[in-house]
């Protein structure tokens, strides 16, 4: 759903599994919300501090 967020997390070599335990959740949910595109706010910002990235970056909607 956020084609920039994948690209940071493989550039950065991060696993989905990483980034659900740095989240605090499974990894199963972690694919479920980059899916769905349904984070909550604390968990936008977390990413936010990650990748270090602006929001419109990170969070850029495919058309």
């Not at 759903?1 to 994948?6: A, H, R």
Request: glycine residues 4%; aromatic residues 14%.
């Amino acid at each position: 759903m956020f084609p920039n967020l994948e690209i940071e997390q493989a550039r950065n070599g991060h696993s989905n599994k990483y980034i659900a335990e740095k989240l605090g959740m499974s990894q199963q949910e972690y694919c479920l919300r980059k899916e769905s595109g349904k984070f909550l706010m604390s968990e936008i910002m977390a990413l936010l501090q990650i990748y270090n990235k602006p929001f419109e970056y990170l969070f850029w909607l495919e058309e």
